[in-house]
């Protein structure tokens, strides 16, 4: 039994050249994105026949929520990426995966027709994502060689993603160390007239254009979410190191991340961490750290797995959670304080409402304290919620908030709404019982 994590509530247009947009207004990430990708689960090792086992799994309905079968794709994961490990490695133009004109070439042992498994997950109410500029056999510098022939590789890898139907794109930075990769490719995707969901998987190298970082809250975003640094690890320590590389976008009153523009600490390792009692709690602090920040949510496990799902349903099923990192009323959350090991992170919410996240980074238990003035909440009284607990505490709060004692990686994430507001709701609901009463 997982005990203790107790979370506390309390675009403009594309403009010429393309890789000077300031950010993607096609309506396509107005809160962050949330979906499945399979590399932290399965590495390259995929093909055609698990990604249809993904499609079932995602789209079932075998568990529930509030005694309603829910699926995950009901839960909002219902963006399937497909990463690398698609292609045919050496069997292009000098050893690269890319034929003469441009093609990128897929190996058919794994996959015998991407557009079919586009389809399929069509069919069943997903939506497809891709991955290119890949890392596995790395052929990026054997295409710069040439850049005529670079250049019709970058456009061929847009092709391959309007003939396959593909919704989103992950574009990596293997070997595109000057950006004109991505670059072309933006341009290409604006040149096809269909919007595409798009990562810039930079891993936090550089700023500005070409496919850098976004470094201010108005200015070129050519991407609609990006990596704030390298790849994520299965351990806890490094969910933790990964979270702070979103603080450079969180500045209280000018967040570089925000719709259309979302700083993303990379896919979720949730699951992924083990079977024990520890593994548990882990995956809820990191989901739930993931959602005080904003940031995309990305499954990454092996979800064909149903032990592993039922481990983690508690947790990627929050539907209360989830509804804090889908809200937008104007800041993404941010790091309010660290003392030691433990930090506080706080996300403003609409109707006067905060969450507040209390996470325990550390190996020994620990209880932290904040003062509504630093979580930046208006004075005034608050009730707070249990979101782990889906429980209303007894007591509220004008001034200090103090979380329980929290084990080692432990959290206590909360919401905080005002007083105020829930006597205005009891006050329209008895208004309406008795109006009923009357009729």
Known sequence: MVTGCLVAVLCLAI????????????????????GFRTWNGFDGDIDGTLIRSIIIAL???????????????????????????????????GNSYHAEDGTPLVNHTRFHNLKDLVNIGHENGLLMDFYQI????MDTYILNKNR?????????????????????????????????????????IKRTGKPILVENCNQAHGH???????????????????????DIRSNF????????????????????????????????????????????????????????????????????????VDRVWPIISNEEAISINQEWAGHPGRLVLTNGHGQVWTKSLKDGCYAVLFLNRGEEPIRLSTTLA???VEVGDYAIRDIWLHHTLDKSTSHTLSSPDMGKHDCWFVKLTPLKAVDQRMDVTLSSQIITQLK
């Open 59 to 93: 789209t079932k309905r075998t568990r529930a929520v509030n005694g309603v079968p829910t699926s995950l794709s009901d839960l909002g994961y219902y963006r399937l990426g497909i990463d690398d490990g698609w292609q045919a490695c050496g069997a292009g133009k």
């Open 208 to 230: 500005g254009p070409l496919r850098g970082l976004p470094t201010n809250e108005s200015g070129w975003c050519a991407m609609h979410m990006y990596r704030t640094g390298g």
């Open 134 to 137: 890949n890392c596995i056999c």
């Open 237 to 308: 320590d490094d969910t933790m190191r990964k979270l702070q590389t979103t603080i450079p976008f969180q500045d209280v009153n000018r967040p570089i991340s925000r719709p259309g523009c979302w700083a993303f600490p990379d896919m979720l390792e949730v699951g992924n961490f083990g079977s024990t009692d520890l593994a548990t709690v882990e995956s809820k602090s990191h989901f739930f750290a993931w959602c005080i920040v904003s940031s995309p949510l990305f499954l990454s496990f092996d979800v064909t797995n149903d032990a592993i």
């Open 374 to 376: 630093q979580l930046g």
């Open 15 to 34: 403009v010429s050249p393309p890789y000077l947009v300031l950010a993607l207004d096609d309506g396509l990430a107005p809160l962050p994105p949330r």
């Open 148 to 188: 005529t022939w670079a250049n019709l590789a970058w456009r061929g890898n847009v092709e391959q993603l309007r003939d396959a139907g593909f919704d989103g794109v992950k574009i990596d930075n293997c070997g595109d160390d000057d950006g004109l990769g991505y670059a072309t490719m933006m341009d290409e």
